[in-house]
């Protein structure tokens, strides 16, 4: 799954965030981080990944009230 994040410079630390959870992430562009669910693997389904994923990401950008991040679509 792909995250555009309004500010890059915030992306090491979102990304240590959610290293510290099951899933593996990786700032791999100026503004996106790709994140790697692995309950997936298992049959979980990426719609609920998806819910949970942008619910961790707004509960962790509740200390950075200007950072925005919108999850892409596959293609994205």
Do not use: Y
């Not at 992306?11 to 996106?32: M, S």
């Not at 692995?38 to 619910?55: C, I, K, R, S, Y």
């Not at 962790?60 to 009230?65: E, K, R």
């Amino acid at each position: 799954m792909k995250l555009l994040i309004s500010h890059p410079h915030l992306a090491t630390e979102l990304v240590c965030a959610l290293n510290e959870t099951d899933c593996l992430a990786a700032h791999t562009e100026r503004d996106t981080v790709e994140v790697f669910v692995p309950w997936l693997v298992d049959g979980g389904h990426a719609a609920q990944a998806a819910t949970e994923l942008v619910f961790f990401v707004k509960a962790w950008a509740s200390s950075h009230p200007e950072f925005r991040a919108t999850l892409l679509h596959p293609s994205g």
